[in-house]
């Protein structure tokens, strides 16, 4: 009964804010939650049982080198091998692969000696930190050290010793951003090469006293585009499945140290005006500091936070009428971000699909520093972010400084997530501030997350999200909320989804992101993806369709539909892929007031029809020179457009990268022609792995 009254208030809750149809959903998803847990055991599939593996505890000096020569490394268990994932699934691997785990009081040491045949064709293009490793050969690990199968630290390297970090979060979503404070080195031989890491403890969060953490790694040989992991080696199942992990046991006696993170900065600007001769020099000091106030909960301080201490944001053509997402990049509001991530980022299209174009983020802290395209001095943040057993906690309080026009502001976000089964959650989330107005708006609201990577005792991946969004901004009453849910079914051979969601016209959340408003959006789409047999020279076909629909909410017409139907894309065992062969894009638009869609083309209000199509080809990333082209052409909007973007990289292994990119529209409309192009080319030279300039 006590189940059964909390659903009813949960019912009336969300009746009263977001609207009847996703009440009905979480009602019922609560209470099937306890018919989930008890009916888990009875299915009857066949699961490979969880690997596990002791960690050998060693007291004498471990010297990070890259040479496991050492006698701990010799002496202590390999925790297995590891089996083939793709090009055939639970084959045996076509290279050895041994792995040891030790630890002492402050690290967690791993040693990998990756055995090859043709140790000359081992693949190393880059070793600057955080570059990607798509092109090379390559070990990934991820540490679950909460053992909730959700959330995990990730590290990776490959021959050249390149150190590459990041969080994984929500079972599959991730964070490239983060950095942690760890080694690796590496060392090639005659045998192939081996990997020697060391992750210092204070740089993890972990429950006190407890000895047993999620553990997965995976070993990609580029060349033979073969995938190789301990545990989870299965077509459908993603390496970010943190579920899928095995075990790592014996962790006792760990000690954390301080758990105290200082990273100061200086940012400066010097501004010479032509017109008087005027200079102007100005410096800004900074600081970030990360403290673990106990293992599992870690405080984040920011003061004087600075754009200039990250990197520039990739520019993009936006030929829409909404918004376009950036990323956040500063370390701050990074740190832990995934405990704020919402059920609305859930599902995410296959590489080359359009997004839906109705992003929700109910808190999105780029909008904290930033007011029209300006950058507002942040004085100073806190955040407390960690875990309570399986509850998850984030809190974050900001201040910003009073500049003209603008007065000085304070940002709230809280948010809760009790995580329950393996892969499920219901959570909450609440923000206060505005950076724009001088009165008061906050946002609340509910989600939840219902996955599973055995639906029906099959061995095959299903999610389901949910959620509820209310803005609250002063002299706005009513049609302010946003709710919706999607389902999805991402596995190798067949993938499928819905995705609905209402979006209303006042709902406004002040320091969230909103893409388009007084819509009703769905989405249904199915791919099937077949790998056909390695003599065919083809290493995997997709085939996908895609159908979006946009109505209006005060009247009910359409405003928009699309199809993406992609006919051929087909990934080649050389590694080259022909991303597309003529994907049409039926596009239907009503306009209900001009568009000013380039400076001075302004397309009349009503409706329009239009196809492109769209070619794409990719050169494998495993050669030194390596280029992509893509044209789409055909209709577009009242007249025709061909789209031109092609890329062109060279390496010279390990250290340095050039590329060269280009992104052009060619229109032709009865409203003018225009063209809309960027050009950008980027040099990256590394002294080491621990720096790099670009």
Known sequence: MKKLSDSSLVLRYLSRRTGFLLAVVCAWLWNLAPVLC????????????????????????????????????????????LVQRIPEAGAKPTEKTKVTLLYDEDNLYIGVMCYDSEPRRVLASQMARDASLRADDRLEIVLDTFRDQSNAFYFSTNPAGALVDGLVFANGETNDDWDAIWIVQTEQTDEGWSAEFAIPFKTLSFPAGETVWGFNISRTIQRKLEENRWTGARFQTQFFQISEAGEITNLEGLAQGVGLDVRPFVAGRWLHRTANGD??????????????????LKLSVTANTDFGETEVDARQINLTRFSIFFPEKRSFFLQDAGVFNFATTGIDPPGGIPGTGAEVFPFFSRKIGLFGGKEVPIDYGAKLTGKVGRTEIGMLDVRTREVSNLDAKNFFVGRVKQNFLE???????????????????????????????????????MVFNAFGLTSNNEGVSENSSSYGFGAQYPNDKFVAEVQWREIQENFDPAIGFVQRSNVRMLRLAGSFNPRPRRSTGIQQMFHDVFYTRFTRLDNGLVESWNIYATVIDWHLNSGDSLHSLLDANPTYERLFEPFEISAGVVLPAGEYRFTPWRIFFTSAQKRRLQGSIGLSFGNFWSGTAQMLQTGLSYKLPPRFLISFNTNQTFANLPQGNFIARIYSAQANYAVSSFLSFS
């Open 279 to 296: 200079d102007a020099v100005v410096g800004k000091p900074g600081l970030d500091l990360f403290y673990n106030i106990t293992p599992s």
């Open 38 to 81: 008890v009916s888990a055991p009875q299915q009857t599939s066949p699961r490979e049982p969880v690997r596990s593996v002791v960690v050998t505890a060693v007291t004498s000096e471990i010297v990070i080198d890259g040479s496991l020569d050492e006698a701990p490394w010799r002496q202590a268990p390999k925790i297995g091998d």
């Open 423 to 461: 892969q499920s959650y219901v959570g909450a989330i609440i923000t206060g501030g505005n950076p724009s107005a001088q009165w008061s708006s906050s946002t609340t609201g509910v989600d939840m997350r219902l996955a599973t990577s055995d639906f029906l005792g099959s061995d095959r991946n």
